[in-house]
């Protein structure tokens, strides 16, 4: 059984930042491709960021140069240091395995 669990979550002001971490139970976490994606309140959930078992990264234009995905799998865990926040990303935050499991979900909320 996958799980995965999503922290460091909150509110903080448009300029701040915050850091995501997704920890994945059970085995084989370095093997997987992981994902964060987002879904804003009355809107479809969309992809943020990738990162590749090799280390490879890819990201949404929105996030581009202020978002940085990284995993260390040792810790079976994936980050999204999330830098210069404005109020449009505020949404709930899932992160995923490339198997399909998801996390539950964490809000981020970015003031004005």
């Known amino acids: 059984q996958v799980q995965l669990v999503e922290s460091g979550g909150g509110l903080v002001q448009a300029g701040g930042s915050l850091r995501l971490s997704c920890v994945a139970s059970?085995?084989?976490?370095?093997?997987?491709?992981m994902s964060w994606y987002r879904q804003a309140q009355g809107k479809e959930r969309e992809w943020v960021a990738r990162i590749e078992t090799g280390g490879s990264t890819g990201y949404a234009d929105s996030v581009k140069g202020r978002f940085t995905i990284s995993r260390d799998n040792a810790k079976n865990t994936v980050y999204l240091q999330m830098n210069s926040l404005k109020p449009e990303d505020t949404a709930v935050y899932y992160c995923k395995d490339d198997r399909g499991y998801w996390g539950q979900g964490i809000q981020v909320t970015v003031s004005s």
């Open positions: 059970g085995l084989f976490f370095s093997s997987y491709g």
